[in-house]
């Protein structure tokens, strides 16, 4: 049975297409270190196995699956699904893998009552097609491109679709079209609709190319060679456009991730000029006939459903020629990098996966499929600035058993993802007669946050140049812009230097306090600690820091009913919190900024003492901002702090995360003066994070299984790097081993 597989592009469409996840010795793979460990008959590690009745079975937390009601659409083969804002999910097209028909109708989902409704919709009504890309333009357009009809012809008209008036419209195009295609992705970037691959031809022809339609003046710009690929995501970040998974035109699904610089190509910058003409168009004027219009082309064609396909379309299935060249490589730097094993690395050769973008985040959904097993399954993530990969949850911590899902949309926000599938038990009766997997009955709800995904509007600015290039040649940018750069110039300075502060903080001295009662003070309540912001600080008060009372009572709502109360603050102009030195001053930091990046908060620690504060004043866009950097920065160093600091602030997954890291790095962290800081109820918590079956492996049945470096599990052994970034693609480096892993210099 084919399984839905659609292609799409930007944050706000969905993306099909189906590879695996990790192979088979799961459990034991789990245990390894990386490979920089040295493994030895003196090295001992502690299995961390899957606990059972304990506390990290209990607190994870768990996506919500609903039934939906009304006109529930058929599992749709290559349909567009895409989230719309005001609670509303749109779906259009797409072909019926029982009946054989494909569809032009449009379905709308309300996520407040879950029910599905078929939308009567007018204007100038597309035809018949899937394979088809759906992008969210100006909040209340859909920009529809491309696809395949019923009778395999590929399509290469744009029709929008506007969401208030339920009207298709056909603008009026220049320039050359953009072969006919199917299977390809489409992303925005500024108000630019760029295309990306696909298939075409009789054949199935891999398209390799890239060009962009001005959406101010519906010009098409000229194709330029990118990669091959179909079924495949694209996303814009950093000015570049990024582009994931799919397959190879050898039909392999593929894991490496590709991306090209338009930042200062006037090929990207500018509008495309007017009267250029395509290949097709050239050779019929060498030829000596005139320039054919652009409704030339193949009758249109009538599909099951009574609808005509736009007779304006240029419905094209390319000649040969079209075929055999290519076009010039695309300008600005092309670059790859292939991911070759890691233990958290999802595989892609098997079982249906979802690509979706946010804030900077390639998220990975490796979903239940016939082909892969439960545990097999996971969600995880890929910093595009650091290009390293995490695991944000594994397969039995987000999916019910029971569901088959078939697409995935995403929020405008990039805080929440929506899955669409439908149940695998027969004894779904509530869908009626002929069965429980031809619907697209349930979506379960995934709220990013609770993974630290902290959403497009929160996104902090790209570090790729700091990140990726030399220390010598690395560009000082800014953490805070505008209000908050001009507010950070005047944090902590004197009264007398004219920067009109008028109160005063202090905190713990840094050093003058024993470790456990300042662990056991940051569990203390916020009204605790409000009673003590007035008593004498003694010897271990640190330097005062000037701050403006205006801006703490407008960023901080604790600040604001102390100071609104008249409390001691209010008459002293002076406040004392109970809290290290380097840490309050990194959260009078934030309120000056909205930041705590690392040149704002350079120590992790200062990071784990702010999510602390953060659950303490009930600071929401703090908390998630600190479990964010503490989930992608994790070490060995601070392991054990942000393990414990994540409990007392209730971040059960931040907790679980910092656990299972302790535990794989058992025999370090135990080493660090983060562990040996931990107050002795803290230590003996940690330590009993283990199953009750766990126990310490060594010697030579360490090496039985692989030992430190776990290259019998298909990770560690030698690192290398994958990586091309030139003015062209290079090829991959199929010489490199598989048990060889991918490394970030």
């Known amino acids: 049975m084919a399984q839905p597989s659609t292609p799409s592009g930007g944050p706000h469409s969905i993306f099909g297409g189906g590879s695996s996840s990790a192979n088979a010795n799961n459990q034991l793979s789990t245990v390894l270190t990386p490979s920089s460990a040295v493994s030895s008959n003196n090295t001992f590690l502690m299995p961390n196995s899957p606990v059972k009745g304990g506390v990290l079975s209990r607190d994870g937390y768990r996506p ?13 083969v290559n349909a567009s699904v895409t989230y719309c804002g005001n609670n509303q999910i749109y779906a259009f097209g797409g072909f019926d893998q029982y009946t054989d028909e494909v569809y032009n109708h449009v379905l709308k989902l309300d996520m407040v009552s879950h029910t599905w409704s078929l939308v009567d919709n007018f204007g100038d009504i597309p035809g018949v097609r899937m394979g088809h890309t759906a992008t969210l333009y100006q909040g209340d357009k859909l920009l529809i491109f491309g696809g395949e009809n019923e009778h395999r012809i590929y399509l290469s008209d744009l029709i929008i679709f506007d969401l208030k008036t339920a009207h298709w419209t056909q603008p009026a195009v220049s320039g050359p079209i953009p072969k006919g295609r199917a299977r390809h992705a489409s992303v925005l970037h500024e108000d630019k609709l760029f295309i990306i691959g696909g298939i075409t031809g009789h054949n199935n022809y891999v398209l390799d190319d890239i060009c962009y339609l001005d959406l101010k003046t519906f010009t098409w710009s000229r194709a330029w060679k990118f990669v091959g690929r179909f079924d495949h995501s694209a996303y814009i970040w950093g000015d570049r456009v990024w582009v994931f998974g799919g397959l ?31 290949r097709s168009s050239a050779l019929a004027r060498m030829n000596g006939s005139p320039r054919p219009s652009y409704s030339m082309g193949p009758p249109p064609a009538v599909g099951s459903s009574g609808y005509a396909a736009n007779s304006s379309s240029a419905q094209v299935n390319p000649p040969s020629f079209q075929l055999t060249t290519s076009p010039p490589v695309a300008p600005g730097t092309i670059s790859s990098l292939k991911f070759v094993s890691g233990p958290n690395i999802p595989a892609q050769g098997s079982g249906m996966h979802f690509h979706v973008y946010t804030s900077g985040t390639l998220l990975d959904f490796v979903t239940p499929a016939a082909t892969i097993t439960p545990n097999e399954c996971s969600l995880s993530s890929l910093d595009l600035d650091t290009l390293r990969w995490q695991k944000l949850a594994e397969g039995c911590d987000i999916f019910t058993r029971g569901y088959r899902w078939h697409y995935c949309t995403m929020n405008e926000d990039g805080t929440k993802a929506w899955l669409l599938g439908c149940p695998t038990d027969p004894t779904a009766t509530d869908l009626g007669p002929g069965g429980f997997e031809e619907y697209l009955s349930d979506i379960m709800e995934v709220d990013l946050r609770r993974y630290g995904i902290i959403g497009n509007n929160l996104t902090p600015e790209p570090r ?89 009572q407008a960023r901080w709502p604790h600040f604001a009913r102390l100071y609104n109360a ?33 040149e704002d908060c350079g120590e992790l620690s200062d990071v784990a003492g702010l999510l602390v504060m953060s659950n303490i004043y009930n600071i929401p866009h703090l908390r998630l901002l600190c479990v964010n950097r503490l989930s992608k920065e994790l070490d060995v160093d601070h392991a054990c702090i942000i393990w414990h600091c994540a409990g007392i602030a209730n971040e059960d997954w931040l907790r679980k995360r910092a656990a299972n890291f302790c535990l794989m790095h058992w025999g370090r962290v135990v080493r660090t003066q983060g ?10 918590e ?36 994958a990586s091309v970034s030139s003015n062209q693609t290079q090829p991959l480096g199929s010489e490199v081993d598989e048990n060889e892993e991918m490394e970030m210099s």
Not at 490 to 513: H, Y
Request: charged share 25%.
């Open 675 to 684: 562990f040996l800081k931990l107050p002795r109820q803290a230590l003996v």
């Open 64 to 76: 919500k699956v609903t039934r939906t009601l009304g006109q529930r659409p058929a599992c749709l």
């Open 464 to 552: 790729v140049e700091r990140s990726q290039m030399p220390s010598a040649d690395r560009m000082v940018v800014q953490a805070s812009k505008g209000l908050g750069a001009d507010l950070a110039k005047l944090f902590n300075q004197p009264p007398e230097s004219g920067s009109g502060t008028d109160f005063t903080i202090t905190a713990l001295k840094d050093g003058d306090w024993d470790d456990e009662e300042l662990m056991s003070s940051s569990m203390m309540r916020a009204e605790d600690q409000a009673q003590q912001t007035w008593l004498d600080p003694n010897t271990t008060t640190s330097p005062p820091i000037h701050v403006h009372k205006l801006i703490l």
């Open 566 to 598: 008249q409390m001691a603050e209010f008459h002293t102009k002076k406040m004392h919190i109970p809290e290290p030195y380097s840490v309050v001053k990194a959260f009078l930091y934030y309120l000056y900024t909205d930041s705590i990046q690392p």
């Open 248 to 278: 190879s035109e050898d039909m392999d699904k593929i894991g490496d991730i590709w991306w090209l610089d338009v930042k200062g190509s006037p090929a990207f910058d500018s509008a495309p000029s007017f009267g250029h003409l395509d």
């Open 686 to 721: 940690l330590s009993q994070e283990i199953d009750m079956e766990g126990r310490v492996v060594g010697g030579e049945e360490l090496e039985f299984v692989g030992g430190l470096g776990g290259s019998r599990f298909g990770f560690g052994g030698m690192a290398r790097k």
